[in-house]
């Protein structure tokens, strides 16, 4: 069995008030995907709302003459309704924040670095800015400028790129806009393309890219986005490749952690290895990997590509030094997130009391429970990990059962009550000792059978009605709130 389903999140339809420090979970949605085939064809209406606190519509341009916003696919975002699509999700879940994003990879940086070098033509952008979130309804602007001094442009970007943050600022206040912002994740780039400190003036937010660390230019496999360094990564450039380096490089430049938002990936890298029997991280590679059917590009997959291929085969493997899974079959191989490292990176941010995890991005997730995960499995992950919750859906072929519970809460409370629970193997009867339940990460497991375990409520005591049963062969890890494989979980 692959081993995405070592983490397979319990889903319930249960909502809860529980919130951390930790309390953003921003998805990005790549327009482009509508023109996908098959299962890769994904659209505004396949966008879950209620597993987003903030979703950022991807991407428009910038008009390289005149300095002001250019809609890119004016057939999908206008002729097709896409923008109106999109901020209609709100009739879902009417508290979501809708932005719209600019900018991106493709997009380079020169028309960014000339627009930005004159205070007409910032104002001429702003303008435009406002005018366009105003039509549509956004609640505000994502400016992935990817990067300011470099890609062509300036070394006054700098300086500018603040310049622009604060003017927007100011018009975004009369408004009522967020203002957000993508930025490079290693530290060096703070020397060239961000003044850390004043970014944490201007913006509500700032989106950490802590993705694309490792992947086939680097000829040899590597992670797309480890948790940690390699042993062997210990000089002063391949030393910063990894999650917890570039968070600390951006915490200790003085970014506030409410405003740092981590970034995860619901793709992964891919590689041709050189030779077939040498497969582990590090091993020498010729290139990138063959491409997916959805996305089409060499050397990247989606989630879903990545979980469709690994049921043709390929052996699994854990990196315990990185936190990382990976994949091979013959010369192929795969660096990929699952939902035990999602889990990981959460734990991470919230230990470090980030402002909430950006999620790159909604269309790559297997938002069809194509791979029998559920839906949305990485999406879902995270979401699970933030609140200790998961959105409206529920496991499919579900059991309820009735059980008469006798439990002390944290709270001191005695009680007995008829609850259900939820399995997706036999009806059980099961009847708990009276014990303390310890509420951690908006769960307690039943301490009669590590199966069974209970949603806590704001206040942090255990829900009698909220009872809930792991899928056959799982138990409750609640390190990460979650059922996992049972040789995983000290039970």
């Not at 606190?53 to 309704?81: E, M, P, Q, R």
């Not at 967020?178 to 961000?194: E, F, G, N, P």
């Not at 009847?431 to 769960?443: D, E, P, Q, Y």
Request: one cysteine or more.
């Amino acid at each position: 069995m692959i081993r995405w389903i070592v983490g397979v999140l319990v889903l319930f339809s249960v909502s809860t008030t529980l919130h951390a420090a930790t309390d953003k979970v921003v998805c990005y949605f790549g327009s482009w995907a509508t023109y996908r085939v098959s299962n890769g064809k994904f659209d505004v209406e396949d966008i879950d709302p209620t597993l987003c606190t903030h979703i950022n519509y991807a991407f428009v341009g910038l008009d390289s003459t005149t300095s002001v916003i250019k809609i890119l696919d004016s057939w999908n975002d206008v002729s097709l309704k896409g923008f109106e699509r999109f901020i209609a999700l709100k009739s879902i879940n009417p508290n979501v924040k809708l932005l719209l994003a600019i900018g991106g990879w493709n997009e380079g940086s020169s028309a960014y670095s000339a627009m930005a070098s004159l205070s007409t033509t910032r104002k001429a952008f702003i303008d435009s800015a406002v005018t366009l979130l105003k039509t549509y309804g956004f609640d505000g602007l994502d400016v992935d400028w990817e990067y300011p001094t470099l890609r062509g442009g300036s070394p006054d970007d700098r300086t500018n790129y603040i310049t622009l943050l604060s003017e927007l600022r100011i018009r975004f206040d009369t408004e009522g806009f967020l203002l957000t912002i993508a930025v490079a994740a290693t530290k060096d780039y703070h020397r060239s393309a961000y003044d850390v400190v004043q970014i944490n003036n201007y913006v509500d937010f700032v989106n950490l890219m802590t993705y694309d660390l490792h992947a086939y230019w680097d000829a040899q496999t590597g992670h797309n986005s480890p948790l940690n360094a390699a042993t062997w990564e210990t000089d002063s450039t391949t030393s910063m490749l990894n999650v917890v380096a570039c968070v600390q490089g951006w915490l200790d430049d003085g970014l506030d952690a409410s405003k740092l938002i981590l970034g995860v990936p619901a793709y992964g890298h891919t590689f041709t290895l050189a030779s077939a029997s040498t497969n582990g991280v590090g091993a020498r590679t010729v290139g990138a990997g063959t491409a997916g059917p959805y996305t089409l590009e060499a050397g990247t997959l989606s989630y879903l590509e990545i979980c469709e291929r690994l049921q043709t085969g390929y052996t699994t493997s854990w990196d315990d030094t990185q936190e990382v899974p990976y994949a091979f079959l013959d010369t192929q191989w795969i660096s990929y997130d699952d939902v035990t490292s999602i889990a990981l990176k959460v734990d991470y941010a919230k230990s470090q009391n980030l402002g909430g995890i950006m999620i790159w991005s909604l269309e790559s997730d297997d938002d069809k429970n194509v791979c029998g995960g559920g839906t949305y499995p990485i999406t879902r992950a995270v979401y699970n990990s933030v609140f200790g919750s998961t959105g409206s859906t529920t496991i499919a072929t579900t059991t309820d059962i009735a059980a008469t519970t006798t439990i002390t809460t944290s709270a001191g409370t005695t009680a007995t009550a008829s609850t259900t629970s939820t399995t997706t193997a036999v009806t059980t009867t099961t009847t708990a000792a009276s014990v303390t339940l310890v509420c951690k990460n908006g769960f307690a497991r039943d301490p009669t059978n590590c199966q069974y375990f209970y949603q806590c409520d704001s206040t942090g005591t255990a829900v009698l009605n909220w009872h809930f049963k792991c899928q056959t062969g799982l138990y409750f890890d609640e390190r990460y709130s979650y059922c996992n494989w049972a040789y995983l979980v000290t039970c």
